[in-house]
């Protein structure tokens, strides 16, 4: 049964172009064609990357904490209770007031002592902001090497210039080691991402991430597949472009350099909404959208790959929404204060003006007299 739904899975008029098939990715003359196993090298890739992440958070993440400042507020631990601890576990976290009032009775503890208990148990399980610098930290130095590492595999390639180079001679590609390795490198950090995404920092937008990641492995996964090679090294770039940006802002917040966090927020605000809401849409969805139907009738494979990128373009849309909210409350922050220090700028100044003609004219009689005298003068010879 599982070999005949692999077989009805993997037929060619699913995911090529009419007469064109897998025997056209054979290994041939010397040149070289992605192919499905391949991607089981990600997976030791994504357990050493688990391993890298966390000699790298002991040995370099900790200590850049300590040198910017991150540090800890001392936390008071709930009383050992098993009672309670079940109740947190299986039940609820923020127990209603009829709920508190039986715990009381059960526990013998005061209403107050349950409040407390609750709170700093819930403070207990609050990540620490060490623990989320040592994660920005992590996707801060990947994201930054990735993307300068795919802009050097990419930097001599003509369809970086010319996006219809895609898709000349497809899906005959030959495949590059640079390319390989970009792919398995990236595929394989994704994949590390949503093994520890259990044991990282839980977000608001947590089950966008997921989302993210999951549709991100299987875009980059049938990409590879299919030999849409020049099509998924051009994604991964764009995507690549910003985050490190986002990165390096939550470390200085983590670290409560509000004004470096603010300024390269702006900084990742911008790039994201150029590469994701312009060049993401405008640029490559258009490609691998509009100019492939010119050159081949539509197939399954057209439609599950633009679809995946679709779903990504939703993400950077909802994203995007939240990312200029931010950066709109921090510019109007900004000018509200630059115009107080203004305000309060002038009438420090009118302050000093007055107490010095005072102090003139305490000081100098006579020279009060000559003033007052001049300005019945000027007025004098404006009304003549």
């Not at 060619?12 to 192919?35: H, I, N, Q, S």
């Not at 040995?59 to 540090?71: E, N």
């Not at 060490?130 to 130095?141: D, I, P, Y």
Request: charge should be positive; charged fraction near 20%; aromatic fraction near 16%.
């Amino acid at each position: 049964m599982l070999s005949e739904l692999s077989e009805w899975f993997w037929q060619e008029r699913l995911w090529f172009p009419e007469g064109l098939g897998w025997a056209d990715l054979e290994d041939r003359d010397g040149r070289v064609y992605a192919k499905g196993r391949d991607l089981w090298a990600a997976l030791p890739i994504a357990l050493v990357f688990l391993i890298i992440r966390q000699i790298f958070e002991r040995t370099v993440a900790t200590p850049l904490a300590s040198l910017l400042g991150v540090k800890e507020t001392v936390r008071l631990k709930a009383p050992h209770n098993p009672f309670l601890e079940s109740y947190y576990c299986k039940v609820t976290k923020n127990p209603t007031q009829p709920s508190v009032a039986s715990l009381c009775k059960q526990t013998g503890y005061s209403e107050r002592q349950v409040q407390r208990w609750f709170r700093r148990r819930r403070n207990q399980d609050r990540p620490s902001l060490l623990k989320k610098f040592r994660e920005a930290s992590w996707r801060f130095t990947f994201y930054l090497l990735a993307f300068i590492a795919g802009l050097a595999s990419l930097i001599d390639k003509p369809w970086l210039y010319d996006t219809k180079e895609m898709w000349q001679g497809f899906p005959v590609l030959t495949l590059l080691p640079s390319q390989y390795w970009y792919y398995m490198i990236e595929l394989g950090f994704y994949g590390s991402l949503l093994l520890s995404v259990a044991s990282d920092v839980k977000r608001k937008d947590f089950k966008e991430h997921i989302i993210h990641h999951v549709a991100t492995i299987l875009l980059i996964s049938f990409s590879w597949c299919v030999n849409y090679i020049r099509a998924g090294t051009l994604i991964m770039l764009v995507h690549d472009s910003s985050d490190y940006f986002l990165e390096s802002a939550k470390m200085f917040n983590y670290a409560g350099w509000r004004n470096a966090c603010n300024y390269i927020f702006i900084v990742f605000a911008a790039v994201f909404i150029v590469t994701r809401l312009i060049i993401f849409p405008f640029w490559i969805i258009y490609w691998t959208w509009v100019y492939p139907v010119t050159v081949y009738p539509p197939f399954f494979g057209y439609y599950f790959f633009n679809g995946l990128l679709m779903i990504l373009q939703c993400l950077h849309i909802f994203w995007a929404v939240l990312i200029i909210r931010i950066a709109l409350r921090f510019l109007t922050n900004n000018v509200n204060r630059l115009r107080f220090k203004e305000t309060e700028a002038e009438i420090q100044k009118e302050a000093e003006i007055q107490k010095a003609t005072v102090n003139q004219l305490h000081s100098d009689p006579v020279q009060e007299t000559h003033t007052q005298a001049d300005e019945l003068r000027a007025s004098s010879h404006v009304r003549g």
